[in-house]
């Protein structure tokens, strides 16, 4: 990281991703053009993301073509009673 000062410490980091329910899955897509695309998503006990999806699409098939993501969580939103 080039600006060290601004990371953020591990506990702090996984905080986020605790307190977290929406963020940004971004993916290699269709002819290696990015593809970024809002999710819910759960961070697990077992230190897993967790995100709510279909079996099957767009997302699916850029996930088995490669499987590097980047994952950026929304963190000031707050979570609704009918979320994931």
Do not use: W
């Amino acid at each position: 990281m080039r600006r060290f000062k601004q990371q953020l410490e591990d506990s702090d980091a996984l905080n986020v991703l605790k307190n977290g329910h929406r963020g940004v899955l971004s993916l290699l897509g269709d002819e290696g053009y990015p593809y970024g695309v809002p999710v819910d998503y759960l961070f697990g006990d077992d230190g897993h993301i967790y995100i709510h999806c279909a079996g099957a699409g767009h997302k699916i098939d850029a996930l088995k073509k490669c499987d590097k993501v980047c994952f950026t969580v929304i963190e000031d939103q707050p979570r609704q009673p009918d979320d994931f």
